[in-house]
């Protein structure tokens, strides 16, 4: 079982460059998060997918955009790569919100934008 | 502010020794708590999720408490592992749906043969 995957695993970039961070899980669930993790920092909500057709912002999506592709995948996308981006990127997927629902999380996409 | 608060920062500890690690919470309206396991290079794995009538969850080696009135949390590791060698992070959802997790910056524990 895969679980949630993301894709690449890790990318350098410069700045003004962009790039799609991909993420798809395998377990038919309906609502969908991107997270970054920055050093001495707790993980931070870029932006959720409650269900399928519908995104919504979270704490700090400026710079960032999202596309809930279909059911499986939800992707992250950086148009204009900045330093204060560099950092490490998880997907996570729940079965449907936060309410009791465990949360399972990829293995993460570690950025770097020089 | 909505906030958790985890101590100590970094725990270092022999194998087979018992563990306990806080976590203190602001977080206002509270809908649960989680804890989670993190592996260096790896994504986070949830260890227990307690709503406030739960005082007490237990998985495995690991059993997770709460205070509601105290807002507070701990996570016990028993006879610990060097495999329990991993950031544990305590997070609190502030409501019952979508998207609002408040993330502890986590607790670094190793454990020492």
């Known amino acids: 079982n895969a679980g949630v995957t993301q894709t690449p695993k890790f990318q350098v970039l410069k700045t003004g460059q962009s790039m799609t961070l991909q993420c798809a899980q395998d377990?038919?669930?309906?609502?969908m998060y991107w997270y970054r993790q920055d050093p001495g920092m707790g993980l931070r909500l870029i932006y959720y997918s409650a269900s399928e057709g519908t995104t919504d912002k979270g704490e700090v999506p400026n710079g960032y955009n999202v596309s809930r592709l279909n059911k499986r995948e939800f992707s992250l996308r950086l148009e204009s790569a900045a330093p204060s981006q560099t950092s490490v990127y998880f997907c996570?997927?729940?079965?449907?919100?936060?309410?009791?629902?465990?949360?399972?999380f990829g293995a993460g996409t570690r950025l770097s934008v020089l | 502010k909505n906030q958790v608060e985890q101590s100590p920062q970094s725990l270092i500890i022999l194998e087979g020794k018992n563990c306990t690690l806080q976590?203190?919470?602001?977080?206002?309206?509270?809908?649960?708590l989680r804890w989670y396991k993190q592996d260096t290079g790896r994504g986070p794995v949830s260890l227990t999720i307690?709503?406030?009538?739960?005082n007490t969850k237990s998985n495995g080696r690991y059993t997770a408490t709460l205070d509601a009135d105290t807002k507070q949390s701990s996570l016990h590791i028993t006879a610990s592992q060097l495999s329990d060698s991993a950031s544990y992070i305590c997070v609190v959802s502030d409501r019952g749906s979508q998207g609002n997790l408040i993330f502890g910056k986590g607790t670094k524990l190793s454990v020492k043969p």
């Open positions: 377990m038919n669930h309906n609502s």
């Open positions: 996570a997927s729940t079965s449907d919100g936060l309410a009791l629902n465990i949360q399972y």
């Open positions: 976590c203190n919470y602001t977080v206002s309206p509270f809908s649960n």
């Open positions: 307690m709503t406030f009538s739960e």
